[in-house]
């Protein structure tokens, strides 16, 4: 079974799309992230949930 972990990122009103596509390229490529989703307030304000996979190593005995 996969397991993810999560992050999440908040974009206030009035931030650029460019400034939040860069934002999340860098995640994306330094950090392994992928985008999970994206929910827009009516507000304008974005929250962005980034997740990876988990690899866990088997122990030996």
Same mark, same amino acid.
């Given at each position: 079974?996969? !397991? &993810?972990?999560?992050? #999440? =990122?908040?974009?206030? @009103?009035?931030?650029?799309?460019?400034?939040? +596509?860069?934002? %999340?390229?860098?995640?994306? !490529? &330094?950090?392994?992230? #992928? =985008?999970?989703?994206? @929910?827009?307030?009516?507000?304008?304000?974005? +929250?962005?949930? %980034?997740?990876?996979?988990?690899?866990?190593?088997?122990?030996?005995?």
């Amino acid at each position: 079974m996969l !397991e &993810y972990e999560y992050q #999440e =990122l908040r974009f206030p @009103r009035g931030t650029s799309r460019s400034a939040a +596509r860069q934002a %999340l390229t860098e995640h994306a !490529e &330094y950090g392994r992230w #992928e =985008l999970a989703r994206v @929910r827009v307030y009516m507000d304008g304000s974005r +929250r962005v949930t %980034l997740r990876r996979r988990i690899i866990r190593q088997p122990r030996l005995m």
